[in-house]
Structures are given as C-alpha cells and as structure tokens.
C-alpha cells in the first residue's frame, strides 16, 4: 500500500511517499480502507520531535517511534479481527489510532475501541476533521472544565482545528461564547455561533475588563497572571497546548503547563491541563452530537496523500484556519 513514510525528525521534507506493507487485523482489531485523514499540530510536533522534552514522553527519543504519520482517519471496514464484534466490512467508521499512527496510508489497523460509526450526516473528508480535535474540545469544555448552561466562556484560537469544534459545542451545551482569532477569521468565528469575537490584532482579551467563567486556552500565547485577569471569581482557566510553534525549544508550549501545574495549589482559580488520549466513549459522543447537529465540521483545504508534506508545510507556516483533510 501507498503511505507516507519518516524515518528521521525534520522539517516536512522527512516525509516521503512509499510502498510499504499493510498490516493484516487480528484479535480485537479493525482493518479500515482510508477514504480521508487530518492534519493536527500534534503531526507537526512528531514530525519534528519538538519540544525536546515531548521525545520522552514516547514519541522517539533519536527518531520516531512509529514510522507512519497521521492519527484521524475515516473511511470503510476492510476486514475484522476475530474478536471484533461491533463491525463488520463494509461497515463507514472513523476514529483516532493515538500514538500508534499511521493514518496518512490507503489502510490502517486499529483496535475496535477506538473505532466508531461514522456520523451519518458527514461526510469522509468531514469525519476524518473530528476525532482529535471534536475530543480536545469536548473534553475540555464539558469534562475538564464542567461548563455549564449559563456560563461564559472564551476561546482562545476559536478558529483553529480544535477552536471551531469548541464554539459549536459550547454553544450548544448553553454557553455564552466569545471567541479569539485573527481580523481574517471574525466572520467564520461569527457564523460558527460565537455571541462575540475578539480580533487579537485590535485589542487584548487579558485586558479589556471583560471577564469570563471559563478560559480555554488553545495557544499558549499569553502569560497565566495574563489568563487570570480574565477570569470571574472563581472561575477556571483550561490549557490545551498550544499551536505550531517555531521549534528547536526544550519545552514549547509545555511551559505554560508546567507552571500552572506549579501555581494551582497556591490560587483560587482553577488552573487545569487538558491531556489527551484516544477514546472510544468520546468518539461515540461526538457521532451523536454531530447527527444532532451539535456541530459541523470545518475543512480549511483537502490534499491527496502524496501532497502530505505540503500539507503540514501549510498547517507549520500559513495560519491554517479550521481543519486541513487528506484524501486517499
């Protein structure tokens, strides 16, 4: 099969298109022919092994650990591993391989938990935008920072690949939503369902005086005494990272992290640290808030699987607004 292929850490150059050998599905695995895979910052970071410090954490410490890029995918059942018993060829899925990628291939293998029905209401190419950032959003939102109906809440980077699936579920958990993107991005933030838009070009959030139960964090751009003075009285300030970065640092947007890990037990705020990790139970909460329309997909540009370099390259330098989807 057809796959892009990495061997060494690099800029989007290491990524090479070649033949490799598809895995066959055994036990509780899945065999899935690829219709459409995302991009995420997270391909960038392992395709860079930056930060420095994200090399112990398992992704290879002189190279990577696993040699296919890309973790989103959707696409139609190829085979099934004999203890399978949710899906059967044919079947349309969609889901997130984790560390194990491997996505960016004309077939993947996964286990059947982190599989799911793919939302009937969209398509491949939209599918395949949701599974990483649809569960950073809505674990964020809803099960890290306990948004309730009522609250206001403010997303930074509302339209970036997770930032445009957080307005449309905060929105539709009850919120009042404001978000933070660029002068070219105001209008699609609008349309998502934000009840206001900061453009960071003209004014600073931290600044402003407005203030807001909730912050989730999706750039690591200002500093957490910066992200405190925007909060209401015991409100809660969510990290998730941060966007691609210029690299060779230690830590990147770890930093921000660490500190506030640091702080917590010493303020009132909630300081908290979004981590993800593939999820079969959100996977199955995002198909159904999807079909009910919870939410739509954005898809910035779609490439072919041999353009995945350029791709990235987009995503590492342009400002890639919403999702960035490769066919296959």
Known sequence: MKAIVQDRYGSPDVLEFRDVEPSAASGDEVLVRVRAASVNAYDWHVMRGDPYLARLTGIGLTGPGRRIRGRDFAGTVEAVGRDVRRFRPGDEVYGDLGTADGAFAEYVCAPEGLVEAKPANLTFEQAAAVPLAGLTALKGLRDIGKLQAGQHVLINGASGGVGTFAVQIAKSMGATVTGVC????????????????????????????????????????????GLRRALAPGGTIVLSGGGVFRGGSLAGPMWLMIRAKLWAPFVRDRLLVLT??????????????????????VVDRTYPLDEVPDAVRYVETEHARAKVVITV
């Open 182 to 225: 660029r002068t070219r991005n105001v209008e699609l933030v609008r349309s998502l369902g934000a009840d206001h838009v900061v453009d960071y070009t003209a004014g600073d959030f931290t600044r402003n005086g407005e203030r807001y139960d909730l912050v989730f964090d999706l750039v690591g751009n200002h500093s957490l005494t």
């Open 276 to 297: 993800t990790a593939p999820d079969g139970e959100i996977l199955a909460a995002l198909r159904r808030l999807a079909e009910s329309g919870g939410f739509t997909p």
